[in-house]
């Protein structure tokens, strides 16, 4: 049995916060602001994975009004996800996401982003694809007040 999920999420670009992209911290004069360490990539595969299954959202199972997850590493978000859906006897195929902003450029990073959620998801890094563009100077993320990740994932119950 196979299950598609699909999961976006947005976050506003700050000064004076760390940008974390995929696990991966990349040095930029912005990062984004959210509860956790607002890595919108991890977030936006958290969505993919517990929407394949209707097992609600990442809002739902990590509160951003709950103190526990206040600067949570995204990472570890991400591997209770993963936990949920392997409860359900379900294991991930592969992971197609992209990412929107206008800056930085992390086609440099993407390798790393790749090795950090295969790893987390026990897949190889040929299963997990990580994509860049940008709005070519259009709307919040075009003027780098925002950015925002799509992902899906595809699950199998073996």
């Not at 977030?43 to 994975?49: E, N, Q, T």
């Not at 197609?96 to 800056?103: G, Q, T, V, W, Y």
């Not at 993320?141 to 994932?153: I, K, P, S, T, W």
């Amino acid at each position: 049995m196979f299950r598609i999920g699909f999961g976006i999420d947005f976050h506003q670009m700050v000064e004076g916060r760390d940008l974390w992209i995929g696990g991966v911290k990349i040095p930029h004069h912005k990062g984004a602001l959210g509860h956790s360490d607002a890595d919108v990539l991890l977030h936006a595969i958290c969505d993919a994975l517990l929407g394949a299954l209707a097992l609600g959202d990442i809002g739902m199972h990590f509160p951003n009004n709950d103190a526990a997850y206040k600067n949570i590493d995204s990472k570890i978000l991400l591997a209770r996800c993963f936990e949920l859906i392997s409860e359900k006897g379900y294991k991930v195929v592969n992971v197609d996401a992209s990412i929107c902003l206008e800056a930085p450029k992390i086609k440099p990073y993407s390798p790393q982003m790749r090795e950090v959620i295969a790893g987390i998801l026990q897949l190889t890094t040929d299963d997990v694809s990580v994509k860049a563009t940008t709005t070519e100077t259009m709307g919040f993320v075009g003027r780098e007040e925002g950015l925002v990740a799509y992902a899906n994932v595809l699950l199998m119950k073996p």
